[in-house]
């Protein structure tokens, strides 16, 4: 399973005078089961690049490939894509709207066409997998703190079992406490029931600590593509973009231009740490 | 007396079923002190729902105070024909930019407020341009505020609350919706008109990063404040923050990790510079 683009472009508002393009020839594939974080300033093209992969937006060229199927076929099953790849927006509690938390993540499989039956047990997976407790169930959604809707809100996609999910800024406006929980979830859900995640997020630190693979966009384009401690080592170019390395990776840079032997390749306090130790431990040797 | 001086300060918020019967009361604020002399920098940390933005909202009078007292700018804010000398103390800024930006040009955004109290046109303009020159957005006068980024939002909303002269300014989250690089503008917009113009500053965050500029720190647990102290002294105790749901910043965690490894590195180091030197030290030792 995966998921391929194909030199898509997108522009927005085309022939009026506002007309901007978005996505500039976009090309990547995305494998089953990777966990990726997409990162890139405002208007970089990170949620036009979102949009496409469930099929919200339509590229002006180009084309997109779900399991080697084209997804802009005429007889293509659209909405069952948008089942198989779940998009959690920025802020999803907004869009709670039930009278109970039970009902509104039944609200997506119900729509799928299950029972309510079926649709019970989904929830009730759902629920269980983001760490929403039994008695909470059916009290009203707008009761909960923030961090507790928002993990709702993502039951409310997960009870779709989606085989990709998405989730724009996850993690926006919660206490650290509350990012933990919900990262940790995500990760664990990653890690055993195999599902592919893209996380789009602006803290480096997160994305440093969770994922696989790291897609920097910048003005319409992919700019770095590879794994973490790869795509880390622009840090220089990554600042001029607005965007910059974890703050651990950019101190270990300073110790290096300071003329201290460390390897900076450390992108985690943990990594950072084991590679301080070593630096000071060769230094005793000697 | 201090611009903002609380005692025991107590809110309650509570839950009426449809006949009027008390269904639930959550204690938001718990006796709570605070002492805020003029041009302070103070930020306020806590999890979602420590009571942080209860506080904040008393400060300018939008919630009516129950029980304590509270003085801000030496109004007793518990008399009534006090209301509009405090809000025009103590302005604020909320955490999202498009509820807080009325007018159809920036400019004229910035001007409601003091037009609105009856200033003379002329005096109008010339704190148009000052407050907009002071948060570096002057030559975005005559724009339109859907076309700028969400930085630029937050500070042509801070402007707006310049406009009004106030002594003091509460931020409440004024950075979570933004990318690092609003966040630097917004930070540094802060960080100046503390240092220039001597407003005092209070700001709410979830960002430890955002927190090692201030001269004093509170933080707040369950609608009490359960640690004050300079940066330095607070993040000291990264066990108990953790407990709290919050963090440290990250070379703050570095620093205190290298320190239980048993190398000589000084408690509660707060930046880069701190730390490089620190180690330097240890390997010259050798």
Redesign the interface.
């Known amino acids: 399973m995966s998921i391929i683009l194909d030199k898509v472009n997108y522009v927005y508002g085309a022939g009026t005078a506002y007309e901007a393009q978005a996505l500039k020839n976009v090309s990547l594939k995305i494998e089953d089961g990777e966990f990726i974080g997409l990162i890139g300033?405002?208007?970089s093209g990170k949620s036009t690049l979102i949009q496409h992969l469930n099929g919200l937006i339509r590229a002006a060229s180009g084309g997109i490939y779900y399991n080697g199927e084209d997804i802009y076929d005429r007889d293509y099953d659209m909405r069952g894509l948008r089942s198989k790849v779940g998009l959690v927006f920025q802020y999803p509690e907004h869009q709670l709207f039930e009278t109970t938390i039970f009902e509104d993540v039944c609200f997506g499989p119900l729509n799928q066409g299950l029972s309510k039956k079926e649709a019970g047990v989904r929830a009730f997976e759902a629920l269980n997998c983001v760490g929403i407790p039994e008695e909470l169930y059916y009290q009203s959604p707008f009761?909960l703190?923030?961090?507790q809707k928002r993990r709702v809100a993502i039951a409310g996609v997960l009870a779709m079992k989606p085989e990709v999910l998405i989730l724009d800024e996850p993690t926006?406006?919660?206490?650290?406490?509350?990012r933990d929980e919900i990262l940790d979830q995500i990760a664990k859900m990653h890690r055993e029931q195999g599902i592919t995640v893209l996380l789009v997020s602006?803290c480096?630190?997160d994305i440093a600590k969770y994922v696989g693979r790291i897609i920097v966009m910048n003005q319409g384009e992919v700019l770095f593509d590879g794994a973490p401690e790869k795509v880390f080592e622009h840090y220089r170019e990554l600042e001029a973009i607005?965007?910059?390395a974890?703050?651990?990776t950019?101190?270990l840079h300073?110790?290096l231009e300071?003329g201290?032997p460390v390897n900076a390749r450390a992108i985690t306090?943990?990594a950072?740490?084991h590679e301080?130790?070593e630096?000071?431990a060769e230094?005793?040797r000697? | 007396m201090g611009i903002i001086k609380a005692r025991k300060l107590v809110h309650e918020y509570i839950?009426r079923d449809e006949e009027g019967n008390v269904e639930a009361i959550q204690t938001a604020l718990d006796q709570v002190d605070l002492d805020v002399e003029q041009g302070e920098f103070i930020a306020i940390l806590?999890?979602?729902?420590?009571g942080k933005s209860t506080l904040a909202k008393h400060i300018n009078a939008i919630l009516e105070l129950e029980e304590g007292s509270l003085w801000v700018d030496g109004y007793d804010v518990s008399d009534d024909t006090n209301i509009w000398n405090v809000r025009q103390s103590a302005g604020m800024v909320f955490?999202n930019p498009d509820n807080q930006i009325i007018a159809s040009v920036v400019e004229e955004d910035v001007g409601f407020g003091p037009e609105n109290i009856g200033v003379p046109t002329d005096e109008i303009w010339q704190r148009v341009e000052n407050s907009l020159r002071s948060v570096g957005m002057l030559k975005y006068r005559a724009h339109s505020p859907n076309k700028l980024?969400?930085g630029q939002k937050q500070r042509v909303a801070i402007a707006g609350v310049l406009a009004m002269q106030p002594k003091c300014i509460v931020l409440d989250?004024p950075t979570?919706?933004?990318?690092?690089?609003?966040r630097k503008e917004v930070l540094k917009a802060v960080h100046e008109l503390n240092r220039e113009k001597g407003v005092t500053i209070l700001l709410i965050t979830?960002y430890?990063?955002e927190v090692t500029g201030a001269d004093r720190v509170y933080v707040m647990d369950r609608g009490r404040v359960v640690m004050q102290g300079t940066p330095r002294e607070v993040f000291s105790k990264v066990e108990e923050l953790k407990k709290l749901?919050?963090?440290v910043?990250?070379?703050t965690?570095?620093a205190h990790?290298?320190r239980q490894?048993g190398?000589a590195i000084p408690q509660g180091v707060l930046t880069?510079e701190e730390?490089?030197e620190a180690?330097?030290q240890?390997?010259r030792s050798?």
């Open positions: 300033h405002t208007g009761d703190s923030g961090g926006a406006g919660l206490d650290p406490g509350g602006h480096m630190e607005g965007l910059g974890p703050s651990v950019n101190f300073g110790l300071r201290l306090v943990e950072a740490k301080i130790l630096m000071i230094r005793k000697r | 839950r806590g999890h979602n729902g420590s955490q980024s969400g989250e979570a919706m933004l990318d690092p690089n609003g979830h430890m990063e749901r919050l963090d910043p990250q070379i965690l570095l990790e290298l490894e190398l880069q730390l490089t180690i330097e240890i390997c050798f």
